[in-house]
């Protein structure tokens, strides 16, 4: 089925699929109708899996037999909490395993930025292949829930929950801005810029187009007060032939 969606994309496209091993060629009849055969041949034997599948079920209730788990289907409580203590461990190590992908960042801007903005840095934050799977963006519910369990194991600071200070708007801004580039270190003026613009944030005098020189503006005072990730910036010649700031 993801075949015919794909090829029925390239025909919307004005393209044709050709395939090298078998006799599929949408640019002529022949192949069209080769297609068309092997789909619905496909169909059937999913059709015919499902059915084999349910009729197996129907013969094992009549036999007495229920599937699944008996101590839950009991409502065990001795079986529960087996469950929940299994899949909480399987948790704990999934977050263990990428730690290194996101908890570096998160330090950077905890407690001082709130936990929005944080969401929104590491949801723009490159990560390697190891690291969190994208298909799970984090929410502020599940970061804080996943600093919470943390916190309790000992494997972070307990500082990192405590509620964020009310700033300045270009307090936040300065912090925010430097921990972008703390999370991606190679990221060059124009493309902080552009992410600042994509998470409709505004600038110090209130517009919503983002210059790189004033994302240097920024960088600059981040440095001055020395905040981790900053440091060292305006020397780089990226920062040194920026233009003056336009903010």
Sequence with gaps: SHLLAVIEQLEARGAHFRSLHDPIDTSTPQGMF???????????????????TKAGL??????????????????????IRKLRARRDAAHLEDILERLDTWLPIMRRLRP???WGDVVRVLNRAPVPASGQDLSRPWT??????TVRRLAAEGVVEPNLLARAIPQRRDDRLIRLVAGIKAAAPNR????IAVQLEAMHERTPRGGTRW?????????QRAERLGLGGARGLAESHEYRKATPSLY
């Design 34 to 52: 080769s297609l068309q055969v092997l789909g619905a041949v496909a169909q059937l034997e999913r059709a015919l899996i499902a059915e084999r």
């Design 58 to 79: 129907r013969a094992a209730r009549a036999r007495g037999r229920i599937g699944g788990n008996p101590g839950l289907r009991a409502r065990d409580p001795d079986a």
């Design 112 to 114: 001082d930025q709130p």
């Design 140 to 145: 502020v519910e599940r970061l804080r829930r």
């Design 188 to 191: 060059t003026l124009q493309q």
């Design 211 to 219: 210059h790189p020189s004033s994302v240097r503006n920024l960088l």
